[in-house]
């Protein structure tokens, strides 16, 4: 099959973000309690239109993808995340890009 | 214009939280705030005053949060500490410490406004914050720690709260109310909160930016600065 223009793709945003926790966690807790924090904030319809994807996560420094448009409810409900497998913790947000690989080189490999 | 500087008003250090004021001014530094005002609770606060740690390019302001329940005792209270500190906040929380903290011009912010049914403003109290500028502080850590028919409650208290300040021209503050440096969050993810939570945004950039800077300058007037109350006139012939 043919691959989609650029232009006609849905447009992502990529939040690299960084854990500070009490106790390490592993990807799918984080999936589990940023999608939980997420509709209890937003409600389960606005959270499927922000689209929201733990695309990788390693070292306690991950990437997450949402929709273009829907930025700041991704950030808000990253904020209102406070507990991770009743833990404390929290995502803080090193920046956003709108490619992968230009999130990885300018906020996760820039400090290593 | 150059880019904002953040202030984060209302963070609770050791013995009141659970971290050292040196571990939280350095993940609020690495967050990207400016400065942050320690400002523990009034009735437990330690024997001697804890030193300010001093970091360079970010500032920790010396602050308070006055918890009382008698409004002329609290009266007392802001006049022991008014002189000592930078941020002079109080802990409101019944119908009349709210409104003697409100009519106090001494009195930089009041925190928790809210108590039993009442969003713990009214056109009256706004109306005398504006008069006295008094800022009504959105303190996070309740907003973010609580689910469900809680966090339901507060928010439309707060939306209330916001209505009424929009009319009467209050300004709001945004901090974190941290008791632990879990309870830190960024300035971006602060203000998108406050954003999704009904702010726009200017008036969230204001709250986490201009006026924390405008209660510094008026709690530490430097050189320059015009005093309440007082009129320069210029020109030759006034005498």
């Known amino acids: 099959m043919k691959r989609l223009l650029p232009s006609l793709r849905a447009k992502k945003r990529y939040l690299a973000f960084e854990l500070i926790s009490e106790e390490p966690a592993s990807r799918g807790d984080i999936v589990k309690e940023v999608i939980s924090s997420a509709s209890s904030l937003l409600g389960d319809i606005t959270t499927s239109d922000c689209d929201i994807k733990v695309l990788g996560f390693e070292n306690g420094k991950g990437i997450i993808q949402c929709s273009h448009a829907k930025v700041k409810e991704t950030r808000a409900s990253m904020a209102a995340l406070t507990r991770i497998n009743g833990k404390r913790a929290t995502l803080h947000v090193l920046g956003t890009s709108g490619t992968v690989k230009r999130a990885t080189e300018k906020f996760l490999q820039a400090e290593n | 214009m150059g880019k904002p500087k953040f202030y984060d008003f209302c963070v609770h250090a050791a013995p009141d939280g659970d971290n050292t004021i040196e571990e939280l001014s350095s993940l609020a530094r690495h967050f990207g705030y400016s400065g942050i005002a320690l400002a523990n609770h009034s009735d437990k606060l330690p024997d001697k005053k804890p030193a300010l740690p ?22 007392s209270l802001i006049g022991k500490f008014r002189s000592s500190t930078d941020v002079l906040i109080v802990h409101g929380g019944s119908e ?120 510094i300058k008026k709690n530490r007037p430097g050189p320059g600065y015009v005093r309440e109350g007082i009129e320069v006139l210029e020109g030759e012939d006034i005498f």
Do not use: W
Not at chain 2, 63 to 70: D, F, P, Q, R, S
Not at chain 2, 102 to 131: C, M, T, W, Y
Not at chain 2, 148 to 157: A, E, K, V
Not at chain 2, 190 to 211: H, K, P
């Open chain 2, 54 to 75: 001093s970091i360079e390019g970010f500032e920790v302001f010396r602050g308070i949060e006055l918890v009382e329940e008698n409004p002329s005792k609290l009266h």
């Open chain 2, 96 to 215: 009349s410490i709210n409104r003697a903290a409100l009519e106090n011009p001494r009195v930089d912010i009041l925190n928790h406004p809210a108590f039993d049914k009442s969003s713990g403003l009214n056109q009256v109290l706004a109306k005398a914050a504006a008069e006295n500028g008094v800022a009504i502080g959105i303190p996070l850590r309740p907003l973010l720690h609580s689910r469900g028919s809680r966090r339901i409650r507060m928010l439309s208290d707060f939306k209330a709260n916001l209505e009424l300040a929009r009319k009467y021209d209050v300004s709001l503050v945004l901090c974190s109310d941290a008791m632990s440096c879990y309870d830190l969050r960024s300035p971006m993810e602060t203000l998108a909160f406050a954003e999704v939570c009904g702010l726009e945004e200017d008036e969230a950039l204001d709250a986490i930016s201009t006026v924390p800077e405008k209660i």
